[in-house]
T-cell receptor, first 111, second 114 residues
């Protein structure tokens, strides 16, 4: 079955520290991959996407993600966390014409 | 620039009641979809549509109906509400690029069934 796994339902980092949110997917073909962010009581907003080409993808708010086919991974990183990054983050993979989402990771940023 | 508009934002229903969640988009996207969000489960696809007059089931379609008479609107109907349908519902409208789809989400409808 097609699946997306996000390791860690909660991640806590200090302000200024590296953010690393992990995402692995099951797929036998090169996928389309997405990261979305959800702030409290809001809808989801696209952070970045991988479709083709360069495997390191840059998104909004200083986030980036690297597609590693051999590891079937698409981890999200940011060099220095800000308080405003506190939110829930979802990895999603397109299978056919459908998006399959991971369970989400809540990022907490400590001052 | 409204994007995707969902109404209502909040709703409380009694078990057995029916209701319709409204979704409208002004981006002229052919692809629209409904998801429910439950804690620890991410977003799960309920129904989707690839164009006016065409709908299909997603991962969790039971208890829900949809129709798509226009490109702009994609309402979700709960036939007989159950407590298990307590959730946050998101409508999405998608741009179809070079093989990929990029989804734009509404603000959500928080539904409680008592």
């Amino acid at each position: 079955a097609q699946s997306v796994t996000q390791l860690g339902s909660h991640v806590s980092v200090s302000e200024g520290a590296l953010v690393l949110l992990r995402c692995n997917y099951s797929s036998s073909v090169p996928p389309y991959l997405f990261w979305y962010v959800q702030y409290p009581n809001q809808g989801l907003q696209l952070l970045l996407k991988y479709t083709t080409g360069a495997t390191l993808v840059k998104g909004i708010n200083g986030f980036e993600a690297e597609f590693k086919k051999s590891e079937t991974s698409f981890h999200l990183t940011k060099p220095s966390a800000h308080m405003s990054d506190a939110a829930e983050y979802f990895c999603a993979v397109q299978y056919g014409n459908k998006l399959v989402f991971g369970a989400g990771t809540i990022l907490r940023v400590k001052s | 620039n409204a994007g995707v508009t969902q109404t209502p934002k909040f709703q409380v229903l009694k078990t057995g009641q029916s209701m319709t969640l409204q979704c409208a988009q002004d981006m002229n996207h052919e692809y629209m979809s409904w998801y429910r969000q439950d804690p620890g489960m991410g977003l799960r696809l309920i129904h989707y549509s690839v164009g006016a007059g065409i709908t299909d089931q997603g991962e969790v379609p039971n208890g829900y109906n949809v129709s798509r008479s226009t490109t702009e609107d994609f309402p979700l109907r709960l036939l007989s509400a159950a407590p298990s349908q307590t959730s946050v519902y998101f409508c999405a409208s998608s741009y179809v690029g070079q093989g990929y789809t990029e989804a734009f989400f509404g603000q959500g409808t928080r539904l409680t069934v008592v």
